[in-house]
């Protein structure tokens, strides 16, 4: 029946739901979304679902058990295109924060004690990158609705998405806000990628870093800066990691590389 | 035997499945999963600032943030002592109205309503029910346009901080809000209507404890300091482990709570059940036009429950609208001091009750524990699916119809699986399923044997008659149901092990047929347990009962003075040769 319009499956991994909830958050476009595109998966939204072919899967969460590896071969080797939605799939969300194996262990231990777990096994907490290759990005702790319907409908034009190499502190200066570092909170806005349209600065509040490291990011200079308005090394260091990831490690190597 | 299976179930947020193994014409075992894997957020927190925790928590949940943001910085300003002034609290109010809005009709239009209207989607419905689907999407779409005023964004906003907000949404914004759910009420009304007289199947039907927040002040709301549940028993926040009690299950990685041993719900239904006849105004009026006793035992009605409560909702934010402009003298954050302390938050999220418990040393947060809704509701969700299929199965129902039926009342709860962490499957199981079962228990334990049943009884006598055989052939963990009526101390020093019961049951089937139940099941039962209650009742506690399970055989008849029959006697020695070969394991 619907010949000419690309098949798009949206899939969630392990996270809150909340870039797929996003997605039906779009009330205004929602009944165009699903006339544009021939949505053949999308588990929260419809029961009637086939896994077939795709020209586009969308996947949110991050790989937390082996299940979710299988399944997240099975969605590559089925589609033309896989695009890594909201910061879990980017960057392995909050939950990659132990990055040491063996501090991840323990907390799982320290959660769900020594029961031996029937269900499916766990594993650390990746981005699919990890696992499989990955098309496009689309970050954010959620997507934005802006930023997906922009990407969305590039894609059912046939167009390759846009992409976003700018910093927080660009939709910040459009907004006219004061910066917040100048006025001594520790704001991430120059380390992350933009798509929020500066919300958390908009409302006097910091820049928490939830849509992960923008390209080319300069963590020396923003460390340096957070130093000189009292911040210690520890609170910085974990301000960094909180919502960056498996991409932490690159604002470390930058740190390691100006010390040596 | 068979495995009815939903997995992943849809319509539902959050990855899960239902199970139901049917063995002949019992229904051996249910089980609700939760597919995610597990990200341990209460452990990400430890170490951060009281800040970064209110930042974090609620990231567990996209449907429930502002649920999971009001319950962190209620735990958090009671663990710091942080007092905010008046419209803060009716604007953190305003904002849980604008998520029980979204979620509620999210929830009822797009994920329950297909189910009763034979559509697959909210989308395919929209062919047939095209005003029905545009009130969803509008009434969604206000509630998300307050969560995005107030909050910052529609999940995860970060606007409410501890003390109060970053920043107040601009008093034009307020007066729009009230005039919007004064003009939408007509909608509301047709909401109500069409799901307080849905014609909702009468199966499953049972009486549970319903369990929500005391808002205080004899009040209908979604928060308090206080757990009051159905049975008139309260709790105050800091004992709120006296009602969750929780445990792990093998089967998935969500926390399972019970209340005295027993299951108990929670969610818009168990709020109507419990604080109801507190709704005044026009929901109040509705509570008394629909509100009959179905309501209080049936999970199906949670979806007419949700409609009254967005009745409520509109009803409400004209009001706090008009209390908010009162108090444009307050400050948008009061400072506070970071100072060693803990606290408990309550709220009630669209789903159900939500506890967040967090600690707070030097500065850091120290210590976090969560209770989730879906979490709470998952043991009253397996037994209802239990009573369910084994009514449906009783009643001579299809496979593929006990399954819709299974899948219609987990959704019915509203289950929230990112919060705890999709749903329904009907499959067929190698027939002697219980010889594998056994063997699984045997190898992990050896386990404790009791004999139940009457020698005098024909095949009733096969349990004691089992229980002498292991006796003989060297067995020392083998009682008998008389020897344990006289001498309780028995028991003492068994309770890590397994118990098994072995017992002629009727279940149904051909004679001499064989199945291993679950003792959970077997309680919940009516036949069996009617046999089981006296003997296991102020025996065990709901620790032994998890590891506890009934091996029976299908007599031919247990009248008085026969003999055991042929076919009986053949499973007995079948079951003695698996036990026998599970004892050499050990």
């Known amino acids: 029946m619907k010949n000419n319009i690309p098949k798009i499956g949206i899939y969630e991994l392990t996270g809150c739901a ?144 846009e992409k976003y190499p700018r910093p927080v502190c660009v939709s910040c200066k459009y907004n006219e806000n004061l910066c917040l570092l100048k006025q001594g909170l520790p704001c991430l806005g120059p380390l992350t990628a933009d798509g929020c349209g500066s919300v958390c600065i908009n409302h006097n509040l910091p820049c928490l870093g939830c849509w992960g490291p923008v390209e080319g990011a300069n963590a020396v200079s923003e460390f340096y800066l957070l130093k000189d308005k009292g911040f210690d090394t520890e609170f910085i260091k974990k301000i960094l990691a909180n919502y960056s990831g498996t991409k932490t490690p690159t604002f470390f190597d930058q740190l390691e590389k100006e010390r040596a | ?45 430890v170490g951060r600032t009281p800040e970064e925790d209110v930042s974090m928590s609620p990231r567990i949940c996209a449907i429930c943030s502002i649920s999971h943001k009001n319950a962190v910085l209620r735990a958090m300003e009671n663990a710091l002592s942080v007092e905010v002034p008046p419209k803060v609290v009716l604007l953190r109010e305003l904002m849980h109205m604008g998520e029980m809005i979204e979620s509620h009709s999210l929830h009822v239009y797009y994920l329950a309503l297909p189910d009763y209207v034979g559509f697959p989607n909210a989308i395919a419905m929209a062919s047939k029910y095209d005003l029905e689907v545009k009130i969803a999407l509008e009434m969604k779409h206000f509630g998300n346009h307050i969560m995005k005023v107030v909050g910052g964004r529609y999940i995860h906003g970060e606007n409410p901080v501890i003390g109060g907000f970053g920043r107040f949404p601009a008093e034009k914004e307020l007066y729009w809000m009230k005039s919007r759910a004064i003009q939408f009420m007509p909608f509301v009304f047709k909401t109500l209507n069409l799901f307080c007289e849905l014609d909702y199947p009468d199966c499953p039907e049972d009486g549970t404890v319903y369990a929500c927040c005391d808002p205080g002040n004899e009040a209908y709301g979604f928060w308090g300091d206080e757990i009051l549940l159905s049975t008139g028993e309260r709790f105050f926040r800091d004992d709120y482990k006296k009602l969750t009690n929780e445990f792990i299950v093998s089967h998935s990685y969500a926390k399972r709570s019970r209340f005295n041993g027993k299951p108990y719900s929670v969610g818009a239904l168990a709020r109507v059940n419990v604080m109801g006849k507190r709704l005044k105004n026009e929901s109040g009026k509705m509570y008394k036009k629909y509100f009959n006793d179905r309501w209080k035992t049936n999970p199906l009605f949670h979806n007419a429950a949700q409609a009254l409560e967005i009745l409520y909702c509109f009803e409400r934010i004209p009001e706090l609208v008009d209390e908010i402009v009162q108090h444009s003298e307050d400050p948008a954050i009061v400072p506070y001091k970071i100072k060693e302390g803990a606290g408990t938050g309550l709220v009630e999220a669209p789903r159900g009750l939500l506890i967040h418990h967090h600690e707070v040393k030097d500065g850091l947060v120290y210590h976090v524990d969560i209770v989730t809704p879906t979490a709470q509701n998952a043991e009253d969700i397996e037994r209802y699916c239990y009573i369910a299929a084994q009514k449906l199965l009783d009643s001579g129902k299809k496979e593929d119809q006990i399954r819709d039926r299974l899948e219609l009342v987990v959704r019915a709860f509203d289950p929230c699986i990112s919060c705890s962490a999709h749903m329904a499957k009907v499959k067929k ?41 292991l006796r003989k052939h060297g067995n020392n963990c083998v009682f008998l149901e008389s020897e344990i009526e006289e001498d309780e101390t028995l028991w003492e020093g068994t309770a890590d092990r397994p118990l098994i019961f072995l017992d002629a049951i009727d279940f149904n089937e051909e004679t001499g047929k064989v199945t291993l139940l679950s003792m959970n099941h077997v309680l919940i039962n009516a036949p069996l347990s009617h046999k089981f209650l006296p003997i296991v009742s102020g025996l065990m506690n709901y620790k032994t009962l998890k590891n506890a399970y009934l091996l029976g055989i299908q007599p031919l008849s247990t009248a008085n003075g026969g003999e055991i029959s042929p076919p009986v006697r053949k499973a007995m020695k079948t079951v003695l040769h698996e036990l026998l070969d599970g004892m050499n394991l050990n």
Request: with cysteine; glycine share 8%.
């Open chain 1, 18 to 161: 909340g870039d797929a909830l996003l997605i039906l958050d779009c009330e205004e476009e929602l009944l165009d979304i699903f006339q544009a595109a021939d949505i053949q998966s999308f588990l929260m939204a419809k029961s009637d679902n086939i896994d077939g072919a795709l020209d586009v899967a969308l996947v949110e969460g991050s790989v937390t058990t082996e299940t979710e590896v299988e399944e997240l071969k099975d969605i590559r080797q089925r589609a033309k295109i896989v695009v890594a939605i909201g910061l879990c799939a980017t960057a392995g969300g909050l939950q990659a924060r132990f990055t040491d194996p063996r501090e991840w262990e323990k907390n799982l231990e320290l959660v769900y004690g020594h029961t031996e777990m029937t269900h499916r096994k766990a594993i650390q907490s990746k981005p699919i990158d990890a696992y499989i290759d990955v098309d496009f990005y689309l970050p954010g702790c959620p997507i934005s609705k802006e930023q997906f319907l922009n990407f969305f409908t590039r894609l059912v034009g046939g167009s390759p998405p």
């Open chain 2, 1 to 45: 035997m068979k495995r009815i299976s939903v997995d992943p179930l849809a319509r539902v947020e959050g990855n899960g499945g239902i199970s139901a193994t049917i063995d002949g014409k019992a229904v051996t075992d249910v089980k609700f999963t939760i597919n995610e894997g597990p990200r341990l957020i209460e452990r990400l927190t």
């Open chain 2, 429 to 469: 199981a190698p027939t002697d399923d219980w010889k594998n079962k056994l063997k699984r228990i045997m190898e992990k334990h050896s386990p404790v044997f009791i004999g139940v049943g009457c020698p005098d009884l024909s095949d009733d006598g096969v349990g004691i008659q089992l229980a002498l055989e």
